[in-house]
């Protein structure tokens, strides 16, 4: 069966620095997503991706983030200067229109 | 505010057992309702998918929606020491749509 894959699976980093963080969806799928979930808390959504440009974002999706999809098959996530309260388990995830959301294996962010 | 609510738990059920798992919603306007399972240290795993009133039944597992109590609800029958997890009620307003998740039940199964 087909599955999301993101790299790197644990990423350490210090305050201020720009991380990027990488998601290969399921190759049919269309609609991307990244999901963020800090320790002990729920799920929440950032950002949906379609069609080459964002559909929506949450308030957390500030300036300091971004979204891309460079070739045909990745899809990142950047944080321009991370600041501690962005340690977290990053997850993507990918549709298609009729399907249900797959959610990769997540990386997991540790701002120093 | 669009909130999905959940009791914490943890709930303890003995294998073999039943387990109940309840979540209310607050947007009338949601059409998709799901439950994942997530494993400590893992990403959600999608269990069930419900999209209209009724029951919903797969294996071991039923999901149940009333939309008009804007109430959903996973039983697990049979329940495994391997099924202790925290199982998340997520709702979403349909097709493409971001999907708003509860906190999670933490479910425990005796052996």
């Known amino acids: 069966e087909p599955e999301v894959t993101q790299t790197p699976s644990h990423q350490v980093t210090q305050m201020g620095q720009e991380v990027i963080l990488r998601c290969v969806p399921i190759s049919n799928h269309l609609y991307f997503y990244w999901y963020r979930q800090i320790l002990g808390q729920k799920v929440e959504f950032l950002v949906s991706?379609?069609?080459?440009?964002?559909?929506?974002k949450s308030e957390i999706f500030d300036d300091q983030f971004s979204v891309e999809r460079p070739d045909g098959s990745n899809f990142t996530l950047k944080i321009r200067s991370t600041k501690l309260e962005d340690s977290a388990m990053y997850f993507c995830?990918?549709?298609?229109?009729?399907?249900?959301?797959?959610f990769g294996p997540g990386t997991r962010l540790t701002v120093l | 505010q669009k909130e999905v609510e959940q009791n914490s738990g943890p709930l303890s059920v003995p294998e073999g057992a039943i387990a109940s798992l309840n979540c209310t919603y607050s947007?009338?306007?949601?059409?998709?309702f799901f439950w994942y399972r997530q494993y400590s240290g893992k990403s959600p795993e999608l269990i069930m998918s419900?999209?209209?009133?009724g029951d919903k039944e797969d294996g071991r597992f039923t999901a149940q929606l009333n939309k008009a109590s804007q109430y959903v609800s996973l039983l697990i029958r049979d329940s495994q020491p391997s099924d202790s997890a925290t199982y998340l009620c997520?709702?979403?307003?349909?097709?493409?749509?971001?999907?708003?998740f509860g906190t999670g039940t933490k479910l425990q199964v005796i052996p």
């Open positions: 995830a990918s549709k298609t229109r009729d399907r249900d959301k797959f």
């Open positions: 991706f379609y069609n080459n440009e964002i559909s929506e």
């Open positions: 947007d009338r306007g949601s059409q998709s």
């Open positions: 997520a709702v979403s307003s349909g097709g493409y749509q971001k999907v708003t």
């Open positions: 419900i999209y209209s009133n």
